[in-house]
Each structure stands twice: as structure tokens, then as C-alpha cells.
């Protein structure tokens, strides 16, 4: 059976001019390996696709998808980019919460079994004057009623254990020593 990585490494091959040998040479290994993986006598492996991705300067992870090592990626989004950038700048805590409400939006996601969903709220005894309305809440309020049930419990399970987790690392942090801590070192301590 034919993986997607044997007709790439021919295109490769013929846009490129190289022989098998030549391949071999380039990538540290045997022809008998090259000319064994391109006509489907064996299925290529992580050390044959490391040596190949590094032949064409390709990244690794590229070759071990077509070679069917790796699940193969969704297509790309337009705000995948976008998305990382916003990921590496914000503060661990943050991400550690952003990254779990990415994981409850997925279709097929499971919150653990133990996972308690938030509790009921409780309104304050005396009203609060009413904040000036965020169009931002408002779209975010928008979205949660058109949800379905699913990714509402999901959501808020996340949620949760985020939360939990979040105040158990701040609870470490107030109650170390401030050497203990890293003030001294200049990192960031993060807000309650």
C-alpha cells in the first residue's frame, strides 16, 4: 500500500534531478533503503523521514504526516496565526485558561469523569447598579445561547478546573517566601 510520502518523494526526486544514490548521499543513507521505501517494498520509518526531511530541508514533522507516523492536521485557519501570537504573549495563567476553553470547544472533547460543573449562582443579597453594557459580553452571551448543551457543559467543566487550578497556584504563591518565589529573580508574580 502506497503511504502519501512515496509519490511526494518522487516528485521530489524528479523536480530536483537526483537519483536514489544521490538521495542516499544527501541523506546519510543507504540507496537499498531509498530505492525499497520508493518502489513500496518497506514502509518508511522516524529515521529513514529524519534523514529525508534533512536531505530537503523540509521539517521532519512534514514527512512523518505524509508517511502516515503523525495524524494528519486540519486544514489551516485564517486565524491560526494570529492565535499563536496571542498565545505566546499572554501570561502562563492565562494561557493555561485559554488553552482549556480551546479544549472544551472541540466537537468531540470529554470532560474528565471526577470534573464537578460550576455550581449555581448565587446572586448577592443587596443588587449591584448595572454596569454599562460591553458589546463584547453582549457577542459572548450571543454565542453561549446558541450553543448546544454539549459544548455548554464541556465549556464549564473546563472552566472549572481551570479555576481550581489557577487558585491553587496562587495559594503556592502567596504563601512562599518571597526568595522561594522569585522575586528576587524578576519574574512576574502572577495577579490574584
Given at each position: 500500500?502506497e503511504?502519501a510520502?512515496v ?5 521530489q526526486?524528479?523536480?530536483?534531478s537526483w537519483?536514489?544514490?544521490e538521495l ?6 543507504s540507496?537499498t ?6 518502489s513500496n517494498?518497506r ?7 529524519l ?6 530541508d ?6 512523518m504526516r505524509l ?6 492536521l ?6 491560526e ?17 485559554a ?7 472541540k466537537?468531540?472533547?470529554d470532560p474528565?469523569?471526577?470534573?464537578v460543573l460550576?455550581e449555581a ?8 447598579p ?6 463584547y459580553l ?15 457543559k ?10 481550581e487550578e ?15 518565589a522569585?522575586?528576587?529573580?524578576g ?6
Amino acid at each position: 500500500m502506497e503511504n502519501a510520502l512515496v509519490p511526494w518523494l518522487r516528485d521530489q526526486l524528479e523536480a530536483r534531478s537526483w537519483t536514489h544514490r544521490e538521495l542516499a548521499r544527501r541523506a546519510g543513507i543507504s540507496q537499498t533503503a531509498v530505492s525499497s521505501i520508493v518502489s513500496n517494498q518497506r514502509n518508511p520509518g522516524w529515521d529513514f523521514c529524519l534523514a529525508i526531511a534533512e536531505a530537503f530541508d523540509e521539517p521532519p514533522e512534514k514527512l512523518m504526516r505524509l508517511a502516515g507516523l503523525l495524524p494528519h492536521l486540519p486544514p489551516p485557519v485564517a486565524d491560526e496565526y494570529e492565535a499563536v501570537q496571542i498565545l505566546r504573549a499572554i501570561p502562563d495563567q492565562v494561557r493555561f485558561l485559554a488553552m482549556r476553553i480551546l479544549r472544551a470547544l472541540k466537537p468531540d472533547s470529554d470532560p474528565s469523569p471526577g470534573s464537578v460543573l460550576l455550581e449555581a449562582y448565587q446572586p448577592q443579597p443587596e443588587p449591584e447598579p448595572e454596569p454599562e453594557p460591553d458589546p463584547y459580553l453582549e457577542a459572548l452571551a450571543e454565542l453561549w445561547d446558541q450553543a448546544p448543551d454539549w459544548l455548554k457543559k464541556s465549556l464549564a467543566a473546563q472552566v472549572r478546573v481551570a479555576v481550581e487550578e489557577y487558585e491553587a497556584e496562587m495559594e503556592k504563591w502567596s504563601s512562599a517566601p518571597p526568595d522561594e518565589a522569585g522575586d528576587d529573580s524578576g519574574a512576574v508574580r502572577p495577579r490574584p
